[in-house]
Structures are given as C-alpha cells and as structure tokens.
C-alpha cells in the first residue's frame, strides 16, 4: 500500500492479501478500534477496547495483529522517548504532537512538499525513505 493512503475496513482484506496474509477476526478488529477512535492507543489501551468486542483475544495476539498491521504498512507505529509504542492508522504525511502534560498524541497535516523539502538537507550521498517529525508541548492556557 502506498505511504500515502490510508487503508480503510474494506480494503484491509486486499492489503493484507497482497503482503501473503489473511484478514483474520483479530486483525480486522483490532484495525477497526484504531480507525474508530484517532487517539494513538497504546497495545495495552488496544487490548482493552478489543476485549470489550471479543472477550476471548488474548494480549499477545493483539501485539501480533498490530505488529502485521504496521508491517503490512496500513498502521503505524508512533514512538516517544522511553513510552510505549502507540498505533496511528494515518499513512498520509503527517508530523505528530505530543502533549507531555495530558499524554495525548495529535496528527498534524503537513504542507504539501514539506517532507521533500526536508529531505534536501541530508548529507550528500544520502537518502532518507521515511522521516519523522515529533512536536512536543503543552497545550497553552
């Protein structure tokens, strides 16, 4: 799937086929929870919202399904320092904020170009194939 689409339910299916894989219970409710509620959950937060869906998931094939999500490319995985790996259904270009005083994580669009422009600065010889920029911050009073 290309960076910048986002899947969505019904094509869930065809990505995962095109990467060998099946669209499993799991992996299309955990996918679900991510694109029904935007907010960057982390694995241990997924598990949660799933379990309430289906009582039987156990944590480890919540981690499965969202480790085959991001390989597969249709979620990614958002990393602050020393924090738990959060899941982003966006595959558009975009730069997130964090919110250090409530731990709220926001997408933010970026201009088109922007993340081309930035690639212009890397050392000669050098390629970069994803970038990623992180704002931290409070939200001003």
Same mark, same amino acid.
């Given at each position: 799937?290309?960076?910048? +689409?986002?899947?969505?339910?019904? +094509?869930?299916?065809?990505?995962?086929?095109?990467?060998?894989?099946?669209?499993?219970?799991?992996?299309?409710?955990?996918?679900?929870?991510?694109?029904?509620?935007?907010? @960057?959950?982390?694995?241990?937060?997924?598990?949660?919202?799933?379990?309430?869906?289906?009582?039987?998931?156990?944590?480890?094939?919540?981690?499965?399904?969202?480790?085959?999500?991001?390989?597969?490319?249709?979620?990614?995985?958002?990393?602050?320092?020393?924090?738990?790996?959060?899941?982003?259904?966006?595959?558009?270009? @975009?730069? @997130?904020?964090?919110?250090?005083?409530?731990? +709220?994580? @926001?997408?933010?669009?970026?201009?088109?170009?922007?993340?081309?422009?930035?690639?212009?600065?890397?050392?000669?010889?050098?390629?970069?194939?994803?970038?990623?920029?992180?704002?931290?911050?409070?939200?001003?009073?």
């Amino acid at each position: 799937m290309p960076e910048t +689409s986002t899947a969505t339910p019904e +094509s869930l299916s065809q990505t995962l086929a095109e990467s060998g894989l099946r669209a499993t219970p799991q992996r299309e409710l955990v996918f679900n929870i991510l694109l029904k509620k935007r907010d @960057h959950p982390t694995a241990d937060e997924v598990f949660a919202r799933v379990k309430a869906e289906m009582p039987t998931i156990s944590l480890a094939t919540v981690y499965n399904c969202l480790e085959t999500l991001v390989q597969c490319r249709v979620v990614r995985a958002v990393n602050f320092e020393r924090g738990p790996t959060r899941y982003c259904p966006n595959q558009k270009p @975009h730069a @997130h904020f964090h919110d250090e005083q409530t731990g +709220s994580t @926001h997408d933010i669009d970026l201009p088109p170009g922007l993340l081309d422009q930035v690639k212009t600065i890397l050392p000669e010889g050098y390629d970069a194939n994803s970038v990623e920029i992180i704002f931290r911050g409070k939200a001003q009073s």
